[in-house]
């Protein structure tokens, strides 16, 4: 994948820390419902597993487009690269 090659500052730590944690949950998530699924579980009960890892991961994405706008969206215009920074974004958005 390519995208913005800046010098990650200390923020990335904590943003890399969270974003690691949120994974976590997510894999847990995952495994109970692999688990579920061998035990033969109720199938709503692995449909709430399921939500439960996409929620996870939803609010890992969120974290991620924050801290890539306060961070990098504001290096690359800095640095003039409003054009890419532009093109990566509706990109993102196009994602579906």
Do not use: P, W
Request: hydrophobic share 35%.
């Amino acid at each position: 994948m390519g995208g913005y090659k800046g010098t990650h500052t200390k923020h990335f730590k904590t943003t890399k820390d969270r974003a690691l944690h949120r994974l976590k949950i997510a894999q847990g998530h995952i495994e109970s419902i692999s688990k579920m699924i061998e035990d033969d579980a109720y199938c709503l009960d692995v449909v709430h597993q399921s939500r439960a890892v996409q929620k996870a991961l939803h609010k890992l994405d969120l974290m991620l487009i924050e801290d890539h706008l306060n961070h990098c969206v504001v290096d690359q215009i800095k640095s003039g690269q409003e054009k890419k920074t532009t093109e990566e974004l509706l990109k993102l958005f196009e994602y579906k």
